[in-house]
């Protein structure tokens, strides 16, 4: 069964940095696509980067782009999300995603038969 896990949230203020991580076994980081969601209190989840099973393609919502990098580590089989220039609207519980959401968001789209998430890394971002 596939499992990731996140770690790296934490409480940084408006301007600062933080660095999430997301393991997963070797066979699910080479095959499938993964990537970062979010959802801020009230509001629905969304997508925030994904990157394909090589790491030779990424994507990012418009609001993060030039903030926000996606990277694999394919020592270690982790996929990090490094946030930069923090503002108080990328509060939010993180979440960590392999296959068929992550793969949509590609451009050109991967298409999975799985889809499965962490259980999330809470990142809140202060004024």
């Known amino acids: 069964q596939v499992q990731v896990r996140e770690s790296g949230g934490g409480l940084v203020q408006d301007g600062g940095s933080l660095r999430l991580s997301c393991s997963t076994d070797?066979?699910?980081?080479?095959?499938?696509?993964m990537g970062w969601f979010r959802q801020a209190p009230g509001k629905e989840r969304e997508f925030v980067a994904a990157?394909?099973?090589?790491?030779?393609?990424?994507n990012y919502r418009s609001s993060v782009k030039g903030r926000f990098t996606i990277s694999k580590d394919s020592a270690k089989k982790m996929v990090y999300l490094q946030m930069n220039s923090l503002k108080p609207d990328d509060t939010g519980v993180y979440s960590c995603?392999?296959?068929?959401?992550?793969?949509?968001?590609?451009?050109?789209?991967?298409?999975?038969?799985?889809?499965?998430w962490g259980n999330g890394t809470l990142v809140i971002v202060s004024p």
């Open positions: 990157i394909n099973w090589s790491g030779g393609e990424a």
């Open positions: 070797e066979r699910t980081f080479n095959k499938f696509a």
């Open positions: 995603n392999v296959g068929a959401e992550s793969g949509m968001n590609l451009q050109p789209p991967y298409y999975y038969h799985i889809n499965v």
